[in-house]
């Protein structure tokens, strides 16, 4: 009961900070940019992406600028401006109140430091679901009523790929699974780092910067990053769009699901460590 109240505790911290609207409110400022960009011009925009197509291409399913093409759309364009929203608060989540000096008052109370920080992770871990719900609302729901239904049309590696309406929600959730758990991912490494400071920007800026440097060496067809590629958490972030191949490649899915916990487990034990070493009472 104890670690259930902190955890309330924690969440209603993040809940009064200013910071934390931030990404919501970017969110629904970016989305709804797009989805006005889309419904004024996006026409012009599916025939100039289909062009190549258009002898061979017979689309039965509705328009091909559907509510479920929108989502994507919009997924595919915010999905990795998110972890940046979520190292904003998270990343402030312990160096804050050590900055502030506020961590002696949380030892007072009769909850071991584990538990403590357990309840941060846990507080933050909600506040990153929350995060990707608005942006699922937003893009699933917001797009099909201004655009309907309809069957997705993907380009991808291989080609061009429809899915049926109806086999396209099961892929959204799925993929907003995956989405989460790389999340999680960003929200872990970030309060790792925010153990290690007592500056509310550092672990922020840090953060990014890792998740840039990774990104760099993950693109770059340099034969010396090969062997460390396949295991930096940035290169799965993305796997989320393998739900939307024909066939859905499960294999390369499970393997990337392992990586991110793994690197959430190892992180996760890092925080602890250093959380645990940490003199809260200076």
Same mark, same amino acid.
């Given at each position: 009961m104890m670690f259930l109240k902190s955890t309330y505790n924690e969440f209603v911290k993040i809940a009064a900070k200013p910071r934390s609207y931030i990404g919501l409110a970017a969110i629904t400022v970016l989305v709804s940019v797009i989805l006005f960009a889309l419904k004024a011009d996006g026409e012009n925009y599916i025939k100039f992406i289909t062009a190549s197509f258009e002898q061979t291409l017979s689309f039965d399913g509705g328009s091909i600028l559907n509510g479920n093409l929108v989502a994507f759309i919009i997924l595919q364009m915010l999905i990795v401006q998110i972890p940046l929203l979520v190292a904003l608060v998270t990343g402030d989540l312990v160096s804050g109140e050590g900055a502030m000096g506020t961590l002696r008052l949380l030892a007072s109370r009769p909850i071991s430091s584990t538990s403590l920080?357990?309840?941060?992770?846990?507080?933050? @871990?909600?506040?990153?679901? $929350? &995060?990707?719900?608005? /942006?699922?609302?937003? %893009?699933? #729901?917001?797009?099909s009523m201004l655009f309907g239904s309809g069957d997705l049309m993907v380009l991808n590696s291989d080609? /061009?790929?429809?899915?049926?309406?109806? =086999?396209? /929600?099961?892929?959204?959730?799925?993929?907003?699974? $995956? @989405?989460?758990? %790389?999340?999680? +991912? &960003?929200? +872990?490494?970030? &309060?790792?780092? @925010?153990?290690?400071?007592d500056n509310s920007i550092g672990p922020? $800026?840090?953060?990014?910067?890792i998740i840039i440097l990774f990104t760099i060496i993950g693109t770059l067809e340099v034969p010396v990053f090969d062997a460390i590629r396949p295991y /930096?958490?940035?290169?799965?972030? %993305?796997?989320?769009?393998?739900?939307?191949? =024909?066939? #859905?490649?499960? =294999?390369? &899915?499970?393997?990337?699901v392992i990586i991110l916990l793994t690197h959430i487990v190892l992180l996760l034990v890092i925080a602890i460590y250093k959380f645990n070493k940490k003199d809260i009472l200076s």
């Open positions: 920080l357990l309840s941060k992770y846990l507080a933050g @871990s909600i506040y990153t679901l $929350v &995060i990707l719900l608005w /942006l699922g609302l937003m %893009a699933l #729901v917001a797009g080609g /061009l790929v429809i899915l049926q309406h109806n =086999d396209v /929600l099961w892929r959204f959730l799925s993929g907003f699974a $995956v @989405s989460y758990l %790389a999340l999680i +991912t &960003i929200a +872990t490494l970030s &309060i790792t780092l @925010s153990c290690f400071s922020i $800026v840090s953060t990014m910067a /930096l958490f940035t290169t799965h972030m %993305a796997s989320w769009r393998s739900f939307f191949e =024909d066939p #859905v490649p499960y =294999d390369q &899915i499970r393997q990337s």
